[in-house]
């Protein structure tokens, strides 16, 4: 079971997590995000580490508070997220407004692996693999 302190963007929990791409990788600011289907990286972000749009697996398109918002899918090698490192994971790649400072969202695509749990009083999450994912 792995514990991980998160912090609060504009009252919405955010944690780091380690996004590996083709020659590097990056640490960054991820929202938690129960509402989101797919985990969601900023574009400029997947363009640091090494990729484009010529490596999408698809298109992907969501509706948001804004309005519809599109982008592409991708496969990246590996992912760090509460104390656990998962490979070849499909996220999308979305241009995301600026003004929050965050590198992306963590969608139920990757937290359905996990069983967790929230304690605001301490401002940690812990999490442990669910026993029917593959990690």
Known sequence: MASVVYELVKGVPYIKAEV???CKSLTGRFIIDTG???TIVRTARIDALG???RDATGLFSTDSVVGREEGYRL???RLDIFCESLSNIEVAAMDLPSKYQIDGLIG???LGLFNF???PGRGIIRATPRKSAKL
């Open 20 to 22: 590996f791409g083709i």
């Open 36 to 38: 989101a289907a797919m």
């Open 51 to 53: 990729f484009s749009a």
């Open 75 to 77: 496969v990246i090698p």
């Open 108 to 110: 139920m695509n990757l």
């Open 117 to 119: 749990c929230f304690f």
